[in-house]
């Protein structure tokens, strides 16, 4: 089984090479060994990989950063969908199902653009973490939890958010380790900026975040007004999404680009 594997890498969130962000895909016949999924995820070194596989209702998928399993990712699943799609294992017309351990995604493709439908996370309002300004840089406004250890952080100002430069060893220690810092837009062509960080999984920057849009799409709807939004992450890759509240769904919308794929020589 093994010998076979082809393993792409996919720049998500993006129409441009080495721009949004990169995940690893492997499509398997069958459900690999977990310390092998791991060992690969690993190997490539990126923020996600995912092994996907047949079931009933169409593709389990799983995730993995270099150092641990996660329940979701939406890039990993951006590009996922995009290499199913390219390799023609469904139609550009269909839908494709992904069980995850996350819950159910559903994705289509609309003229181009690849639309996941994710669950919506839930916020719970917190005290402003006594440590935050020493460790991120700037004293947040709000303070939210979120789902899977997330910490919400809310600026006042976008500059706050491209400024910060987080202490990365001391962000465990405080309580920061699964941090979003986000703002309203003042000078991008945006709704609303973030920064992901999550030294927690072994990712000191996530470059671009698809899930983190399950917590701040209800966030700054409610905030904004608006069910249909646009984010710019900025990361030094920098991604932007169009993203849409569905009752307590989210669509997340978005462009990738296969950059290479290498076979398996073990």
């Not at 139609?91 to 996941?116: C, D, P, S, W, Y």
């Not at 992450?233 to 849409?244: A, C, E, H, N, Y």
Request: hydrophobic fraction near 40%; charge should be negative.
């Amino acid at each position: 089984m093994i010998n076979e594997i082809v393993i792409y890498q996919v720049d998500a969130f993006t129409d441009e090479p080495f721009k949004g962000n990169p995940a690893g895909v492997v499509i398997l016949a069958v459900e690999a060994p977990l310390d092998w999924m791991q060992n690969i995820a690993m190997e490539m070194n990126l923020s996600e990989t995912a092994f996907i596989f047949p079931c009933k209702t169409g593709f389990v998928i799983r995730y993995f950063t270099p150092e641990r399993e996660v329940p979701l990712c939406g890039h990993a699943t951006l590009a996922s969908s995009h290499i199913i799609y390219e390799l023609g294992l469904k139609a550009l017309h269909e839908t494709i199902v992904f069980q995850a351990k996350g819950g159910e995604l559903t994705v289509k493709n609309e003229r181009g653009n690849i639309v996941m439908n994710f669950p919506e996370y839930s916020l719970q309002k917190i005290e402003t973490n006594k440590d935050f300004n020493r460790v991120v840089g700037f004293e947040p406004v709000e303070m939210y939890s979120s789902d899977y250890g997330w910490v919400i952080a809310v600026s006042k100002e976008e500059k706050e958010i491209a400024n910060a430069k987080p202490i990365v060893e001391e962000m465990i220690k405080s309580g920061l380790g699964h941090l979003m810092i986000t703002a309203k837009a003042e000078f991008s062509d945006a709704d609303f900026v973030l920064r992901c960080f999550a030294p927690v999984s072994g990712i000191n920057e996530d470059p671009v975040t698809g899930s983190a849009h399950c917590a701040l799409t209800p966030l700054w709807s409610r905030k904004l007004g608006k069910n249909e939004l646009e984010s710019l992450q900025l990361s030094k890759r920098t991604g932007r999404m169009k993203v849409r509240m569905c009752d307590n769904r989210v669509e997340i919308q978005g462009k990738a680009l296969t950059i290479f794929e290498i076979k398996l020589k073990i």
